[in-house]
């Protein structure tokens, strides 16, 4: 068997075993009523932090490579 399928299979086989039913999740009472505060949804522009940038020629790499080599003899 292939290990993928044994690792898929031990949970469902696990919580088969299982005592007790897992508790509910459901909030109780009213929720409309609830006092509890949400802020309100503003809209913000998915392209709000767009910058346009052309494309370059490529710089010359050598002083780029010079200037960040450290000091001192490579030997």
């Known amino acids: 068997m292939k290990p993928i399928f044994l690792v898929a299979t031990f949970p469902l086989l696990a919580s088969g075993c299982a005592a007790t039913l897992p508790p509910d999740v459901i ?5 409309a009523a609830s006092q509890a505060e949400v802020r309100p949804l503003r809209y913000s522009s998915p392209v709000s932090g767009y910058t346009h940038r052309a494309p370059v020629d490529p710089k010359p790499w050598r002083n780029q490579n010079d200037a960040q080599a450290p000091e001192g003899d490579a030997s």
Not at 27 to 31: H, K, W
């Open 27 to 31: 909030a109780p009472g009213d929720l």
